[in-house]
Nanobody, 123 residues
Framework: QVQLVESGGDLVQPGGSLRLSCAVS????????MGWYRQAPGKQRELVAT????????NYANFVKGRFTISRDNAKNTVYLQMNDLKPEDTAVYYCNAASNLASLIRQDFDYWGQGTHVTVSS
């Protein structure tokens, strides 16, 4: 079973930056497409960004385009989310997940989630 460990969340002021990491084990990382998701208090979990297995195809939700960048290091079995120009509405628990196809990433068709990492944007 895939194991996911997210890290890098913190309290940051509006306009600040954070870099989230997600370490993956229990799977051949380079074969999987990866996604970052977030869940704000009282809201459903939503897709933030996806990256395909070779890192060449990136997709972003409209609400983070131009501010967030997803990347991956297949040698380190890790996917990253660089978040710039953070806004209070970015406050959420951020999760990553892995899938063998992009449709499953979009549908959030997963049996397992990691513990997530908390991002709070506040002055």
């Amino acid at each position: 079973q895939v194991q996911l460990v997210e890290s890098g969340g913190d309290l940051v002021q509006p306009g600040g930056s954070l870099r989230l990491s997600c370490a993956v084990s229990g799977a051949i990382f380079m074969l999987y497409h990866m996604g970052w998701y977030r869940q704000a208090p009282g809201k459903q979990r939503e897709l933030v960004a996806t990256i395909n297995s070779d890192g060449r195809s990136l997709n972003y939700a409209n609400f983070v385009k131009g501010r967030f960048t997803i990347s991956r290091d297949n040698a380190k079995n890790t996917v990253y989310l660089q978040m710039n120009d953070l806004k209070p509405e970015d406050t959420a628990v951020y999760y990553c997940n892995a899938a063998s196809n992009l449709a499953s990433l979009i549908r959030q068709d997963f049996d397992y989630w990691g513990q997530g990492t908390h991002v709070t944007v506040s002055s």
